[in-house]
C-alpha cells in the first residue's frame, strides 16, 4: 500500500513539473515581444565567451610544433668546407644539451628551388650563394628551461670562426604561447562576468513577471500555497529564458564560425595552408545549454526568493 502511494505522489508530482515546465514556456510566448528582446541580449552575452572560447581551442589545435621552439639556425661562413661543416655537426651531437644536422648549399638550393617557385630564375645562376647550414635542436634539462638552454647554446655557437650568424626561432612561438594562456585568462574573466550579466537580465525580467503576477502569489499565499509551489513557475520561466538564450548564442556562433571560413581559407591558401575552423563538441554543447538553464534558474531564483523574503517579514505583499 505504500509503494502504491508513492508511486502515485512521484506520479502527481512529475505530472505538475511537466505542466509547470510547459505551461511557463507558453507564459513566455503569450508575450513574445519582450521574451524576443530578452533573449536577444542573452545570446548576445553569452556568444562573446562562447565564441572567445572557440577561437582559443582553435589556435590551440594549431600545429605549433614546440618541441622545436628551441632550433637555432646556424650559417656558416663562405668558404667553409664539407668537411668542416660535419666536423661541426659532429662536435655539437657530442653535447648533452644538442643535437645538429647538416644542410648542404645543394640541399638547401633544392629545397629553396621548390618551395620559391623561381625555379627558371634560379638557373642562371653561375654558382651556388648559399652557405652551409646546421640546424641545432637543444635538448631541455630538467633543471633548466628551453630559453636558458637556447640562448647559452647559441653563445656558445657565435664564439665559434666558422659561424657567419645565428638565427634563434623560438621567442615568437614563445610570445604567442603567452598570448594564449593571455587568451585562457581573458576567457575565465568574460565567462564570470556575461554569467553575472545573464543572472541579472533573468532576475530583473523575472521580477517584472513576479510584480505583474502579484495579486495572483497574494491569493494563492492566503489560500495556504508553499512557496515552493509559488517559486515553481517562475524558476522555470527562468530556466526557459537560459536555455533558449543559450541556444541562440550557439546558433549565432555557427553563423559566424560560417561566414569567417571562406575568407580565412583564402587567407590561408596564399600561404600554402589550409585550416578549417572546429565548432564546439557536442559534449561542449550540451554544457552550454545545460549551463544557460542553471544560470536562468539562478537568476529567477534571486529574484522569487527575495520577493517572498518581503512577504513573509512583512505579512503584506508589498510591490517590488
Known amino acids: 500500500m505504500n509503494r502504491i502511494r508513492l508511486r502515485r505522489q512521484l506520479r502527481s508530482w512529475g505530472r505538475r513539473q511537466l505542466y509547470s515546465l510547459f505551461s511557463s514556456l507558453g507564459t513566455l510566448f503569450s508575450h513574445w515581444v519582450g521574451t524576443v528582446l530578452t533573449v536577444l541580449v542573452l545570446g548576445i552575452a553569452m556568444?562573446?565567451?562562447?565564441?572567445?572560447?572557440?577561437?582559443?581551442?582553435n589556435l590551440r589545435s594549431v600545429d605549433l610544433r614546440t618541441e622545436e621552439w628551441g632550433a637555432i639556425t646556424i650559417f656558416l661562413k663562405a668558404g667553409t668546407t664539407e668537411q668542416q661543416a660535419l666536423d661541426l655537426t659532429e662536435r655539437i651531437n657530442r653535447r648533452s644539451d644538442a643535437s645538429a644536422s647538416a644542410v648542404s648549399p645543394q640541399q638547401g638550393m633544392e629545397e629553396f628551388r621548390s618551395a620559391s617557385g623561381f625555379g627558371?630564375?634560379?638557373?642562371?645562376?653561375?654558382?651556388?650563394?648559399?652557405?652551409?647550414?646546421?640546424?641545432?635542436?637543444?635538448?631541455?634539462?630538467?633543471e633548466k628551461n628551453l630559453a636558458n638552454v637556447a640562448e647559452a647554446l647559441a653563445s656558445w655557437l657565435g664564439s665559434l670562426d666558422m659561424?657567419?650568424?645565428?638565427q634563434l626561432d623560438y621567442k615568437w612561438l614563445q610570445r604567442l604561447a603567452s598570448l594564449l594562456e593571455l587568451g585562457n585568462a581573458l576567457a575565465t574573466i568574460l565567462s564570470v562576468m556575461f554569467s553575472l550579466a545573464v543572472v541579472v537580465v533573468i532576475a530583473n525580467t523575472i521580477r517584472m513577471d513576479v510584480a505583474?503576477?502579484?495579486?495572483?502569489?497574494?491569493?494563492?499565499?492566503?489560500?495556504?500555497?508553499?512557496?515552493?509551489?509559488?517559486r515553481q513557475p517562475f524558476l522555470y520561466s527562468g530556466f526557459w529564458y537560459?536555455?533558449?538564450?543559450?541556444?541562440l548564442a550557439l546558433v549565432m556562433l555557427q553563423a559566424c564560425i560560417a561566414y569567417l571560413q571562406?575568407?580565412?581559407?583564402?587567407?590561408?591558401?596564399?600561404?600554402g595552408n589550409a585550416f578549417v575552423i572546429s565548432p564546439l563538441e557536442p559534449l561542449m554543447i550540451i554544457y552550454v545549454?545545460?549551463?544557460g538553464g542553471l544560470l536562468g534558474l539562478l537568476g529567477a531564483w534571486v529574484s522569487v526568493e527575495r520577493y517572498l523574503r518581503v512577504l513573509r517579514l512583512g505579512g503584506l505583499l508589498e510591490r517590488i
Open 163 to 166: 659561424v657567419d650568424s645565428i
Open 212 to 230: 505583474n503576477r502579484s495579486d495572483e502569489i497574494e491569493v494563492l499565499s492566503l489560500v495556504g500555497a508553499g512557496d515552493s509551489f509559488i
Open 242 to 247: 537560459g536555455l533558449i538564450g543559450a541556444a
Open 120 to 142: 627558371q630564375a634560379l638557373d642562371v645562376l653561375e654558382t651556388n650563394p648559399l652557405p652551409w647550414v646546421l640546424l641545432v635542436q637543444p635538448r631541455v634539462q630538467p
Open 289 to 291: 545549454l545545460l549551463g
Open 47 to 57: 556568444l562573446l565567451p562562447i565564441g572567445l572560447y572557440v577561437t582559443l581551442d
Open 262 to 271: 571562406a575568407p580565412l581559407e583564402n587567407l590561408l591558401d596564399a600561404y
